[in-house]
Nanobody
Framework: QVQLVESGGGSVQAGGSLRLSCTPSGYTINSACMGWFRQAPGKERERVASIYTDDTTTSYDDSVKGRFTISQGNAKNTVYLQMNSLKPEDTAMYYC?????????????????????WGQGTQVTVSS
């Protein structure tokens, strides 16, 4: 069973930065679409960014374009989310998710239902 382990959440003031990390444990995910999602209280889970590990093709939600960067670490399955210029509306629980195969084109459009593996989440709180 694949487990995704997130780290790096915390509390910052508006305009600050955080970097989230996601590492699968116990298994190497091949040709994976890996994504970051977030969910604020009372709201649906929404996709923030995704990356396809074979070719590092990335995709972002419009709300974070230009502020967040998803990247892959030297360990292929490790994925980061660098979050800059944080806003109070970025406050949410952030989740790492993944599924295998499917290609980069589909990964760009993948939704919550497409992702098979999920982490437990890491809280990000941005104060004004």
């Amino acid at each position: 069973q694949v487990q995704l382990v997130e780290s790096g959440g915390g509390s910052v003031q508006a305009g600050g930065s955080l970097r989230l990390s996601c590492t699968p444990s116990g298994y190497t995910i091949n040709s994976a679409c890996m994504g970051w999602f977030r969910q604020a209280p009372g709201k649906e889970r929404e996709r923030v960014a995704s990356i396809y590990t074979d070719d590092t093709t990335t995709s972002y939600d419009d709300s974070v374009k230009g502020r967040f960067t998803i990247s892959q670490g030297n360990a292929k399955n490790t994925v980061y989310l660098q979050m800059n210029s944080l806003k109070p509306e970025d406050t949410a629980m952030y989740y790492c998710a993944a599924y295998e195969y499917g290609g980069s084109r589909y990964c760009r459009a993948a939704t919550v239902a497409d992702f098979r593996y999920w982490g437990q989440g890491t809280q990000v709180t941005v104060s004004s």
